[in-house]
């Protein structure tokens, strides 16, 4: 039963157009969500998070959208940047479970020059 | 501020053998979660510690095993190594506790092969 779900495995993106990478989620209890970017081999980094009370965050080129009756978020990363290709994961928290994150598959986002 | 560190980085067991993984949060954080990523399950949760105390547990064998110690640091253990259980271990760290934010700051994981 996978809770997080990302259906794209990758995104191409021509560097400085606009990156937008979707994530679903089917448990309700989700409160909080949180995106991060992974290399190979290292730990994933955080980007930005959401909480279920709003509908939009941005922190600088990314911004999180959450959609809460289609149970739908998305991260927009303008203008993509070569150095945003990386694999990215969508994760989510029930908010008495805070420590447990659930995470969706990943997508890889590769930006070309 | 010092992020999250892990050690070893990486660790060859052989089938049967045991492993002890270790954990340093980012100074103030009280809250270690730990996870498992592998190519066929991607990442998950195995559990989490908060003052000492385990507060969460993902779907591991009794094998796979935790605690955590006064200074928050942590150690992850597991028992009866199987082929299966090579991956990369992941780390994460949350200041928790009322007020405080929800994001979980990772380490470089510890790449655990086993033979």
């Known amino acids: 039963d996978q809770q997080v779900k990302q259906n794209s495995p990758s995104l191409s993106v021509q560097e400085g157009r606009i990156s937008i990478l979707n994530c679903d989620y089917t448990?309700?209890?989700?409160?909080?969500f949180l995106w991060y970017k992974k290399y190979p081999a290292e730990g994933p980094t955080f980007l930005i998070s959401?909480?279920?009370?709003?509908d939009k965050n941005e922190d600088g080129r990314f911004t999180v959208f959450l959609n809460k009756s289609a149970k739908h978020l998305s991260l927009h990363i303008v203008p993509s940047q070569p150095g945003d290709s990386a694999v990215y994961f969508c994760?989510?928290?029930?908010?008495?479970?805070?420590?447990?994150?659930?995470f969706g598959q990943g997508t890889e986002l590769s930006v070309k020059p | 501020k010092a992020g999250v560190t892990q050690t070893p980085r990486y660790l060859i067991k052989t089938r049967g053998q045991q492993v002890t993984l270790s954990c340093s949060p980012i100074?103030?954080?009280?809250?270690v979660s730990w996870y498992q990523q592998t190519p066929g399950q991607g990442l998950q949760f195995l559990f989490e510690?908060?003052?000492?105390?385990?507060?969460n547990k993902g779907n591991f064998p009794g094998r796979f095993s935790g605690r955590q110690f006064s200074n928050s640091r942590s150690e992850m253990n597991v028992s009866t190594l199987e082929l299966g259980d090579s991956a990369l271990y992941l780390c994460?760290?949350?200041?928790?506790?009322?007020?405080?934010?929800?994001?979980?700051?990772f380490g470089p994981g510890t790449r655990l092969t086993v033979t």
């Open positions: 994460a760290s949350a200041q928790r506790g009322r007020g405080a934010s929800y994001e979980q700051y």
């Open positions: 100074s103030g954080h009280r809250s």
């Open positions: 510690y908060f003052s000492e105390t385990q507060r």
């Open positions: 448990n309700s209890m989700f409160d909080y």
């Open positions: 994760a989510a928290s029930a908010g008495n479970q805070g420590g447990k994150l659930i």
């Open positions: 959401i909480s279920s009370i709003k």
